[in-house]
């Protein structure tokens, strides 16, 4: 599993309230990345990471922010959470050096339902 | 720009029979592709890698870049293959991937 959690693995909030996600790696991977899943659309890119404090947003970002003050974890803050932010959260990692490089290595995913 | 097709929802085969799962991409360079399995309540894994061109678990996928598909095959079905199964592109090294929508594959026994 490339060392890699995430927490809350699930959670249920109201509308409009802030919710953070995190994900921890434990072997000081460069890049990293937030990936939504949701029935019908597959894994869509949220916000990605290449270094501490190097971030990008992705597909769908808006209503998203990220932050990575150390190698090992990158958080993904709903600021003011809306149903449609209802989705499974799946942080993922890039190793290269082991196996095939470059490959993608996916945390468990958070579930979080927004009522 | 990078787009994956998956163009089935949901495929259900029996037990033995051949299998495929079609993967079409768009992109004008020559993109990384693979297949990504998640099986139920497990994380997303690795089934192969397009440049690696070897044969994980009885699946193999060919990229063919004149009909721009990398096609998701396995000769004979097993029950263990149910799975939901994305195809993804990149276009090199560490830039995010894109996903396909993804195909549940159903095995009958």
């Known amino acids: 599993d490339a060392g890699i959690t995430q927490s809350p693995r699930h959670k249920v909030t109201e509308t409009g309230t802030p919710v953070t996600l995190r994900c921890h790696q434990t072997?000081?991977?460069?890049?990293m990345y937030w990936y939504r899943q949701d029935p019908g659309h597959g894994l869509r890119l949220i916000h990605y990471?290449?270094?501490?404090?190097?971030?990008d947003k992705g597909e769908v970002s808006d209503g998203y922010s990220v932050s990575r003050s150390k190698t090992e974890d990158f958080l993904l803050t709903l600021e003011s959470a809306t149903s449609s932010q209802t989705s499974v959260y799946f942080c993922a990692i890039s190793v290269t050096g082991r196996g095939i490089a470059g490959e993608l290595f996916f945390g468990e995913g958070s579930r979080l339902t927004v009522l | 720009a990078q787009r994956v097709t998956q163009p089935e929802k949901l495929l259900s085969v029996f037990k033995g029979a051949p299998v495929e799962l079609k993967c079409n991409y768009s992109y004008s360079g020559s993109p990384e592709l693979f297949w990504y399995v998640q099986y139920s309540r497990q994380r997303l894994q690795l089934l192969l890698r397009h440049i690696s061109r070897e044969s994980i678990k009885g699946f193999t996928a060919d990229l063919n870049k004149g009909e721009t598909s990398f096609h998701l095959k396995k000769p004979f079905a097993q029950e263990e293959d149910s799975a939901m199964y994305y195809c993804?592109?990149?276009?090199?090294?560490?830039?995010?991937?894109?996903f396909g929508k993804g195909t549940r594959l159903s095995v009958i026994a």
């Open positions: 993804a592109l990149r276009n090199s090294g560490n830039t995010p991937l894109v």
């Open positions: 072997e000081n991977h460069r890049y």
């Open positions: 990471s290449y270094g501490v404090k190097d971030t």
